[in-house]
């Protein structure tokens, strides 16, 4: 039971916390996000697409390929601080769910990936010409790939985050 309450509440946390930032991201500094894509995000008054950039901030390139920022042409195309800083406190948040080392890595980590997924289909949804029947086309499967590929440094914070949490609230 903790580690599905900590995969959801370590999901929801990352988005939020970014969320919240790029909402008042003309106030934050150009270290933590940078003013391009936050008058992206504030540009847009969809909510759909709001998430859409949210998820080009959570979920960067890793492997110094193309990243979903640069894929659709909006939102972020690199990593910031701001992606660490979500997604760490997500894992932390997963880690106390789940009450223990390996559940809070595993919730955590979970977190990460399931909000790639997550995230694919959210741009698939937008996508112009949108059709249920081409999710298995060559660019949705493209948009996937990246999304996972992006989901390494999410996990790799997910977990410090989860052990550091699983380790506050594990039975001593």
Do not use: H
């Amino acid at each position: 039971m903790g580690q599905g309450l900590g995969t959801l509440f370590g999901l929801i946390t990352a988005f939020a916390i970014t969320f919240l930032v790029m909402t008042f991201g003309i106030y934050m500094p150009e270290d933590l996000i940078s003013s391009s894509i936050v008058t992206d995000f504030l540009s847009n008054a969809d909510l759909e697409l709001r998430l859409a950039i949210v998820g080009t901030i959570l979920y960067p390139s890793a492997f110094g390929g193309a990243s979903l920022g640069s894929l659709v042409g909006y939102g972020a195309s690199g990593a910031s601080v701001l992606t660490f800083l979500a997604w760490g406190t997500g894992g932390l948040i997963a880690g106390l769910l789940a009450k223990d080392f390996l559940p809070g890595i595993l919730s955590a980590v979970f977190a990460a990936i399931l909000g790639a997924i997550l995230t694919w289909l959210l741009f698939f949804m937008i996508s112009p010409g949108f059709d249920i029947a081409a999710i298995f086309s060559n660019e949705s499967l493209l948009l996937m790939q990246v999304a996972l590929e992006g989901a390494i440094y999410p996990c790799i914070a997910c977990a410090v985050g989860g052990i550091l949490g699983g380790g506050i609230t594990r039975n001593r």
